[in-house]
């Protein structure tokens, strides 16, 4: 059964205003890609987290998406990662960033980005489960509708196959990358439409479901009750909570196996 996509052409207009790459979490993607010349970014957005001191090529299938990237990014061709038109080995290294969820499945593509790279693959994604609690109860119907989508980070490492290791990076308190776990300490920012309209959740739930979701925070936050359970987290710099970092190194001499399966 096929899960539900996002229509970007429609839902995706403001990535480039509130989608900003995070320098921190820039500088760990970079580093993962270790010496890489040519990279390869796939479900490349609005060009986020993509290095400007390398060659890139940048694949994404949303015009709406394409048309948000800086005059100075790597165009991007117009495909699906899940049928990469690249030959094996073509680049040093591959990148897809907070996007996996949106392939069908995740690993098709996951294993075309192993085919087509010839050392490290690195993956940004999270681990819907380390949400922090108060996400986990106040946008639970969200968090649902997500599961599905989100591959387990163990899958993650099956499909691209190598050698696979997995860091966790920490979230900082004033995040520019406005995905939800970005406001763990700001949670009167889901409150403003502009912020939700550029997470995909919110697309994907049935109508009036993000208005009960706003209302029972709004609720929460005007009471005081938010602040009473979860106030202390205002205090924080930085919360260790879902993002992950999977990073596939080719196994030297592997050249000639069976590449992961495809399920």
């Not at 890489?36 to 998406?65: C, F, Q, W």
């Amino acid at each position: 059964m096929a899960r539900p996509r996002v229509d970007y052409e429609r839902h995706g207009h403001s990535y480039a205003q509130n989608r900003r790459a995070d320098p921190r979490i820039e500088a760990r993607i970079h580093a993962a890609l270790g010496d890489a010349g040519t990279v390869l970014n796939v479900g490349a957005g609005s060009g986020s987290y993509e290095p400007k001191d390398r060659d890139v090529t940048a694949v994404e299938p949303s015009a709406t998406m394409r048309a948000q990237r800086p005059a100075d990014a790597a165009a991007a061709i117009d495909a699906r990662a899940e049928d990469l038109p690249f030959e094996e080995d073509s680049f040093d290294a591959a990148m897809a960033c907070v996007t996996i969820h949106h392939w069908e499945p995740p690993a098709a593509g996951l294993a075309e980005l192993r085919r087509v790279a010839r050392g490290p693959v690195v993956v940004f994604t999270f681990d819907l489960d380390r949400l922090p609690a108060w996400q986990l109860e106040f946008l639970a119907e969200g968090v649902e509708v997500e599961r599905p989508r989100f591959p387990a980070i163990a899958e993650v490492e099956e499909a691209l196959g190598g050698r696979t290791r997995v860091e966790r990076i920490a979230t900082p308190a004033d995040c520019t990358d406005g995905f939800f776990e970005a406001f763990w300490s700001r949670p009167e920012a889901l409150l403003d439409p502009r912020i939700r309209a550029s997470q995909s959740m919110w697309a994907l739930l049935d109508p009036g479901v993000e208005e009960r979701i706003v209302s029972r925070l709004t609720t929460a936050l005007d009471s005081g009750a938010w602040d009473t359970e979860h106030g202390h987290l205002r205090e924080q710099e930085s919360l260790e909570g879902s993002l992950r970092l999977v990073i596939s190194e080719p196994i030297a001499g592997a050249a000639d196996t069976d590449p992961p399966a495809v399920g």
